[in-house]
């Protein structure tokens, strides 16, 4: 590490280059490709999929994305004859653009269930050639061109499904520009230096923006999910910025004591640096533990986040020494510069607030650590109630033609009042169930026949639509409505209650294997699959951290309270995502639609990012208390040193990482949403009530077991080391030298017990 440092700090100028050439190479190439993300949801083997398969095989026109364009008169009917003829067309022009395979409207001779009983609204819908993860954003976006352009000031025309959210506007980067921000206040108020303040952002820009290109031809590769670019660079720009503090940090006190800017940038890349990287690969360990999933969708978003993790943190030990070079001296304030002139080097003690709450800790640790549980238990409390399931488009922004297509179809209120008479058609047309099967032999036909008279008894279904066949007889298919919104747990109800009672029944003594498919039952099997793998997910995330801890501290306790405080995080954050985004306490204030359940991949990811990112702070917490104990071999010391010395920074970086994630509610995604919320909620528990409060008491309590290992154990664990060689060999050595300067210097406050 200080060989490379060394090496970047002499060839500053080609290191910045090549990091720009990387960064513009890489935009180029993703803008001469474009974009190619695909959510597909689909998971082998699931019934929805072999519903999905079913109908493709039988109804090749139905197999592809199917989309609704809605409109509504707030005076007279939809059948007058001016709206009926300005539709019509608008509706055979869509059939006549690329990519879209057939539009079924209100007019024709089946079309009369079209429209609503009050005749103010009506729909039709448009069926594309390909699923909704394979058409071009510019097929989509010629649609709504065709449908808008019918509007007129009494004909109010929306367009939903999910081939149509690809045309939705993301909201530009308010939410990055907010995000980079307030860091840069914070940053400008740690250091006191313009200059240090820009090198932490300035390195993660480029490390978030090179990895941002690159998740983009990734698209292309495999699958990965439009919403894997915004989470790359929420996680990117946290931890980017946070890893470059931490080493800006170790330089400036290199300055203080008198380092050359060489020197110092050498040193701290050297011992902050392998911290950093050590962070990083905790943090990339946690992420790729979604591939043991073995789901298509999981596995781009896992790469396409780790690989902005690996860029952020090359870019902090390669690129920030360079930078760190280039300013010199100005990595410290004016006041530092000329304290340092006139008094020359000093040692920078830990003083204030952090001194005297490391005390405080030291003091208390009972009463502290209880109340820092009872905190993360009641923020906890709400993970029981967790449901998973689809957020359907009832959940976007007001102003979206997706939401306003909604609220039309369900009878909701528009910007023209849609439902101020009872319009619409009711929550369930958003989301209908298709049940689809086979045929075999007459007795199959009746059967399924018969079958629309069982559903419309069923409880939660509004209506069914006739058996279609396809061309042989072989297959069929027919429409069931719920009665309740795609979102609602009622349709989830509906799908388990068709599954398990209403459907066995009907097949009693035929052939007949009828597939319930449609969005809500897609979710529901995916969100299946993944509450059956998330016991191995997490088992295996947990082992690897806790692996990777007990060689780095040589500690059985270190790496077991970090996977409970790790644990203990997560299901605070769940917690907090539960109560805004499934209770709704807070999300309309906030934006976000209203409540609904949590999208079904949010735990696994989640768990991934948060697990990555606690261990973050455990290993710049623990690893200056390791330090500190090698030296000393005082428990009591090596934690009131640690705390004393990381807490400022610590508390700063989440202050950075909390504004950062928090900045991207402002993108207006809900899923994307979700994830800053959660991320800012668990950084503002780990650093101000584990990190700082929890982790310290619980070793003050534990003693010198927090630093146990079995000798045999010992003995064959390979060893690696957070600070370098030369540093470690040092701390191991309590020689008589160093026990004659302790005696001679002055105290400082961290002799000072609690």
């Known amino acids: 590490m200080a060989a490379l440092a060394r090496w970047c700090v002499r060839n500053r100028l080609v290191t910045v280059v090549l990091w720009l050439l990387a960064l513009v190479g890489t935009a180029t190439a993703a803008v001469a490709t474009g974009s190619a993300y695909s959510n597909d949801y689909e998971v082998p083997g699931t019934e929805s999929g072999r519903a999905t398969q079913l ?29 009926e003829q300005s539709m ?108 240090a303040s820009l090198l932490p952002i300035a390195t993660a820009l480029v490390g978030v923006g090179t990895a941002y290109a ?40 290199g300055l203080k004591r008198g380092l050359t800017v060489t020197e110092a940038a050498t040193n701290a890349v050297a011992t902050t640096g392998r911290a950093v990287v050590f962070a990083g690969a905790t943090v990339c360990i946690a992420l790729l533990g ?66 005297r709450w490391s005390a405080f800790v030291e003091r208390h640790p009972k009463l502290l650590g209880s109340l820092a549980v009872v905190v993360i238990a009641v923020l906890a409390l709400p993970t029981f109630s967790l449901r998973l399931g689809t957020s359907d488009q009832g959940n ?41 099967t086979r045929l075999d032999g007459a007795e199959d036909r009746l059967a399924l026949d018969n079958l629309d008279t069982t559903l419309r008894a069923t409880e939660g279904v509004a209506s069914v639509t006739p058996v279609t066949y396809d061309s042989g007889g072989h297959l069929a298919y027919l429409t069931v409505v719920p009665d309740s919104a795609p979102q609602s747990k009622s349709t989830s109800e509906l799908v388990d209650r068709l599954r398990e009672e209403v459907l066995p029944r009907a097949e009693t003594g035929t052939t007949l294997d009828v597939q319930v498919g449609g969005v809500t039952a897609g979710y529901d099997d995916f969100a299946g699959v993944i509450v059956g793998k998330l016991p191995l997910f997490v088992g295996v995330v947990i082992g690897l951290g806790c692996l990777l801890l007990l060689l780095a501290f040589r500690s059985v306790g270190i790496p077991l309270k970090a996977a409970v405080m790790n644990v203990s995080a997560v299901a605070a954050a769940f917690g907090v995502v539960v109560a805004i985004f499934q209770w709704g306490w807070g999300s309309e204030l906030l934006g976000l639609g209203r409540a609904g359940p949590i999208e079904p991949f949010l735990p696994v990811i989640m768990v991934s990012v948060l697990f990555g990112l606690s261990m973050d702070y455990q290993v710049f917490l623990v ?61 503002a528990l780990d650093a101000f009530v584990l990190r700082t409060l929890l982790v310290p008491a619980l070793m003050h309590l534990l003693g010198g077991a927090n630093w146990w290992l079995p000798r045999r154990l010992d003995r064959h664990l390979p060893r690696i080391s957070i600070e370098p060689p030369e540093c470690r060999a040092a701390h191991e050595r309590l020689t008589e030298v160093v026990e004659a300067l302790e005696k001679e210097r002055e105290p400082d406050v961290r002799d000072i017990a609690g």
């Open 623 to 683: 690893s200056r208390m390791y330090e500190e104990w090698l030296e000393t071999g005082d428990n009591r010391r090596a934690v009131r040193v640690g705390l004393a010395e990381t807490s400022r920074v610590i508390n700063s970086a989440a202050v950075i990482m909390i504004s950062v994630f928090l900045a991207f509610v402002l993108s207006g995604d809900r899923v994307i949403a979700m994830f800053g919320i959660a991320l800012a909620a668990a950084v």
């Open 55 to 83: 109908l493709a095989e039988g109804f090749p026109t139905l197999g592809g994305d199917s989309d609704t364009v809605v409109w509504h008169t707030a005076s007279g009917t939809v059948r007058a004859a001016d709206v």
């Open 88 to 195: 019509t067309r608008a509706l055979d022009r869509i059939a006549d653009l690329p990519g879209v395979a057939s539009v079924t409207g209100p007019y024709g001779e089946r079309g009369a269930a079209q429209i609503s009983e009050d005749g103010h609204t009506a729909y039709a819908t448009v069926t594309f050639a390909d699923r909704a993860e394979d058409i071009d954003a510019s097929e989509a976006q010629a649609v709504v061109k065709a449908a808008k352009a019918a509007e007129s000031d009494g004909l109010q025309v929306e367009l939903g499904g999910s081939a149509i959210a690809l045309t939705e506007s993301s909201g530009g980067h308010l939410a990055e520009i907010v995000g980079v921000a307030v860091a840069a206040v914070v940053l400008f108020l740690a250091f006191g230096s313009l200059a």
């Open 290 to 355: 979604m591939l043991i999933l073995r789901l298509n969708f999981l596995n781009g978003v896992a790469i396409a986040a780790s690989l902005t993790v690996v860029l952020t943190v090359a870019a902090s030990i390669t690129l920030l020494p360079a930078l760190l070079a280039w300013i010199g001296p100005r990595a410290l304030s004016r006041r530092e510069r000329r304290r340092l002139a006139e008094h020359g080097p000093e040692p920078e003690l830990p003083t204030g607030f952090a001194a």
């Open 214 to 253: 690159g998740i983009q031809l990734l698209g292309h590769a495999m699958t990965v999910a439009d919403f894997a670019p915004m989470l790359g660079m929420l996680v990117g720009l946290g931890v980017g910025i946070d890893y470059a503090l931490f080493i800006v940090t170790r330089h400036r006190r």
């Open 396 to 436: 976007d922004p007001r102003t979206t033609t997706t939401r306003q297509a909604y609220d039309l179809l369900a009878g909701g209120t528009s910007r023209s009042s849609a439902a101020e008479s009872g319009g619409g058609f009711g929550p369930g047309v958003n989301g209908p169930l298709t049940l689809v």
